[in-house]
């Protein structure tokens, strides 16, 4: 399993949300570069960058940070946050961005998805966001009807790098995950998963790998890292292969 550690962008500056909630912000730090550089230093292997000023309005507000933080690290970003169309992830990936994820596209124009995982086969990552089980879009603002395990199963036909999923509920609570809901996503598709939300402790690490041979392949941290609650070579250490040399992963799961 591997590590991303998040930087989320609010008007330049590194923030953290309580369970999506724009009135509910913590401040970071107002040099997101530096947090980059810093993380990369610790032993990051990749960076997961969230656009909320993005997410929230469709405008790229925070590219001069994207693109310095894509020119001062050396280890693969991928990006989220408004991404709608096939010119602004050309745009992203122009400044050196590995992936891009798209979210609210993949419920408001699900075409427009299929186009564009078939026009950037494996660099196309979709981020299902989770509320009480349904989908919310527009960076966390808007509720839709439908289920995320439905719209999980209809898009894993799609030749796209991952799937990122967050229940709502936990991000940026330190709370621990949602364990039944992770579960759930293995079960309904052979993409690689990547999970988001309430991860507070090293415990919290330590129980996610047992999904390991089930198709989790990494997980996203913010808060935890910010509030040193470990840090990232501790959390590594915990993921590493070495670990889990005892539980051999199923590479057919991939196939």
């Given at each position: 399993?591997?590590?991303?550690?998040?930087?989320?962008?609010?008007?330049?500056?590194?923030?953290?949300?309580?369970k999506g909630n724009f009135n509910q912000k913590k401040e970071f730090g107002n040099d997101p570069v530096k947090q980059a550089?810093?993380?990369e230093k610790e032993g990051a292997e990749f960076i997961h960058i969230v656009d909320l000023d993005a997410a929230k309005t469709?405008?790229?507000?925070?590219?001069?940070?994207?693109?310095?933080?894509?020119?001062?690290?050396?280890?693969?970003?991928?990006?989220?946050?408004?991404?709608?169309?096939?010119?602004?992830?050309?745009?992203?990936?122009?400044?050196?961005?590995?992936?891009?994820?798209?979210?609210?596209?993949?419920?408001?124009?699900?075409?427009?998805?299929?186009?564009?995982?078939?026009?950037?086969?494996?660099?196309?990552?979709?981020?299902?966001?989770?509320?009480?089980?349904?989908?919310?879009?527009?960076?966390?603002?808007?509720?839709?009807?439908?289920?995320?395990?439905?719209?999980?199963?209809?898009?894993?036909?799609?030749?796209?790098?991952?799937?990122?999923?967050?229940?709502?509920?936990?991000?940026?609570?330190?709370?621990?995950?949602?364990?039944?809901?992770?579960?759930?996503?293995?079960?309904?598709?052979?993409?690689?998963?990547?999970?988001?939300?309430?991860?507070?402790?090293?415990?919290?690490?330590?129980?996610?790998?047992?999904?390991?041979?089930?198709?989790?392949?990494?997980?996203?941290?913010?808060?935890?890292?910010?509030?040193?609650?470990?840090?990232?070579?501790?959390?590594?250490?915990?993921?590493?292969?070495?670990?889990?040399?005892?539980?051999?992963?199923?590479?057919?799961?991939?196939?």
């Amino acid at each position: 399993m591997k590590l991303f550690p998040a930087i989320d962008l609010l008007k330049g500056k590194c923030v953290r949300l309580v369970k999506g909630n724009f009135n509910q912000k913590k401040e970071f730090g107002n040099d997101p570069v530096k947090q980059a550089k810093f993380w990369e230093k610790e032993g990051a292997e990749f960076i997961h960058i969230v656009d909320l000023d993005a997410a929230k309005t469709g405008l790229p507000l925070n590219d001069s940070s994207i693109r310095m933080i894509s020119e001062s690290i050396n280890i693969p970003i991928q990006i989220g946050g408004g991404i709608r169309s096939k010119e602004r992830i050309e745009q992203l990936f122009s400044y050196g961005i590995d992936k891009v994820i798209m979210g609210t596209s993949a419920i408001e124009n699900k075409k427009l998805v299929k186009e564009l995982a078939s026009t950037f086969p494996k660099k196309i990552i979709i981020g299902i966001d989770a509320n009480k089980g349904k989908v919310s879009t527009r960076g966390w603002l808007k509720d839709s009807d439908t289920y995320a395990i439905d719209l999980i199963k209809e898009l894993s036909n799609l030749e796209i790098s991952n799937f990122i999923i967050t229940d709502i509920n936990t991000d940026g609570t330190l709370g621990g995950t949602n364990e039944k809901f992770i579960s759930d996503v293995l079960q309904n598709t052979n993409i690689p998963v990547i999970a988001s939300g309430g991860i507070g402790s090293l415990s919290d690490l330590i129980s996610l790998t047992k999904f390991e041979n089930s198709g989790l392949y990494g997980v996203i941290v913010g808060k935890a890292l910010y509030e040193e609650k470990f840090t990232i070579k501790e959390a590594n250490n915990i993921l590493s292969s070495e670990r889990l040399m005892d539980f051999p992963i199923d590479n057919n799961h991939y196939a």
